[in-house]
């Protein structure tokens, strides 16, 4: 089992998807996966922002988010969680 950590920097729609979705890809390997906002990443930790908004390959944050704050005490370390 490797420990993962990925850092979101940008209020982007595409590099918040593919973050999401490679840290959801190694946390169901069962390896230990971390986030970490920071910059413009930190918008994605508004529960109103539209997780939604499909990127150019027809996924969307939303695709693998609640999977990852559902798993919140072995994926996202040192946050509240202000998904729920």
């Given at each position: 089992m490797a420990n993962f950590l990925f850092v979101l920097s940008k209020d982007d729609n595409e590099a918040a998807t593919r973050?999401?979705?490679?840290?959801?890809?190694?946390?169901?390997?069962?390896?230990?996966?971390?986030?970490?906002?920071?910059?413009?990443?930190?918008?994605?930790?508004?529960?109103?922002?539209?997780?939604?908004?499909?990127?150019?390959?027809?996924?969307c944050p939303n695709d693998y988010l609640p999977y990852l704050v559902e798993k919140?005490?072995?994926?996202?370390?040192?946050?509240e969680t202000p998904f729920r």
């Open positions: 973050c999401f979705q490679l840290a959801k890809i190694a946390h169901t390997k069962g390896h230990n996966v971390n986030l970490f906002f920071i910059d413009g990443g930190v918008t994605w930790a508004k529960k109103t922002r539209d997780f939604g908004l499909k990127t150019v390959t027809g996924d919140e005490a072995e994926c996202v370390n040192n946050f």
